[in-house]
């Protein structure tokens, strides 16, 4: 069966301001922009196409979080807190495994220095569940900076799927399998 | 059953990516159309039989029968073979081009895709609706 029409749903509309509901569809724009660019890197991770080596799937990662924190610095609201991965990561460094302020260079993720944790595939799992609590927590400032509730909740929806797809194939990953 | 404006039409995706479908869910949102999502050609298909849309967005990679197979199908049938597919793919290459041509497909786009493409794409082939979202994409 088809998926339910759920964009279809009457809701209550809000009042928002002309520039808010202008900003809110400029951001919307880039952010499917965004998104269609990144998930383009993450169909890496489908099954067929699973990156050949720990290295080269660690490199797929690494860039497809770089994209994120990129994307997300550009947000006015992150420019405004002034927004960096290294003071992101210095929040909440406790709940890190094994990232840390080491594995960031020039405000982007070091392929290299993450390449020198990674030593088997428990590490390798291990780094990439931190990479994808950093990006949760990129993704929701995105979603934070629409103004219509509407907008928050759809892109959360679908940003929760982006991840759940990328965490998904992260876990079929076994470096320990491919050479 | 709520009455929808003339110039609001259903248009269909067939994708295996849940993001892909999100994100033209979004943009035919905006645009006010209506949305039907499929992930797979049997699930394509079978949707078919209740369903007939103003037009078709179709991955070309799909588990099983691939898009282009399910545009020989869509194209061979009476019911729906006017019904024009537009063939999304993850290369720009003119070899995916000539064989969705080949296969009936009126247009390719290359994924990653802007919205305004799309946007682009449905109104040639369904028009502008009357039920476009306030402000939709000033940007550029």
Not at chain 1, 91 to 112: T, V, W
Not at chain 2, 1 to 30: G, W, Y
Not at chain 2, 95 to 122: N, Q, S, W, Y
Request: hydrophobic share 45%; proline share 5%.
């Amino acid at each position: 069966m088809a998926e339910a029409l759920v964009d279809n749903v009457d809701r209550t509309p809000e009042t928002l301001s002309p520039e808010a509901i202008q900003q809110d569809m400029a951001l919307e724009y880039d952010s499917m922009v965004f998104l269609s660019a990144i998930e383009q890197l993450a169909v890496r991770w489908s099954s067929s196409t699973l990156p050949t080596s720990p290295a080269l799937a660690l490199a797929s990662l690494v860039d497809l979080a770089n994209r994120v924190v990129e994307f997300v610095e550009q947000l006015p609201m992150a420019k405004a807190g002034e927004f960096s991965l290294h003071a992101l990561i210095s929040r909440d460094l406790p709940n890190y495994a094994q990232l840390g302020l080491q594995h960031i260079q020039k405000r982007r993720f070091s392929r290299e220095a993450l390449e020198r944790t990674v030593q088997s595939a428990a590490t390798f799992h291990l780094i990439s569940k931190d990479i994808l609590r950093v990006l949760n927590i990129c993704l929701a400032i995105n979603v934070k900076a629409f103004h219509s509730s509407e907008m928050r909740r759809q892109w959360k929806t679908v940003y929760a799927g982006f991840l759940a797809h990328v965490a998904k194939a992260l876990q079929q990953f076994d470096p320990d399998q491919r050479t | 059953m709520p009455q929808t404006p003339e110039s609001q039409k259903v248009i269909m995706v067939v994708d295996d990516s849940q993001t892909v479908r999100n994100i033209m869910a979004l943009i035919v949102h905006r645009l006010g159309h209506q949305i039907v999502r499929t992930r797979s050609a049997l699930e394509a298909l079978s949707t078919l039989n209740e369903v007939v849309p103003d037009l078709i967005f179709l991955d070309i990679t799909l588990p099983g029968m691939d898009g282009l197979d399910i545009c020989k199908v869509i194209k061979g049938h009476p019911r729906i073979q006017h019904v024009p597919v537009i063939i999304l793919s993850g290369s720009g290459q003119e070899f995916d081009k000539m064989m969705g041509r080949l296969a009936g497909a009126a247009d390719h786009i290359t994924k990653p895709f802007e919205p305004e493409t799309i946007r682009k794409c449905v109104e040639t082939y369904c028009g502008p609706s009357d039920s476009a979202q306030e402000g939709v994409w000033q940007k550029p």
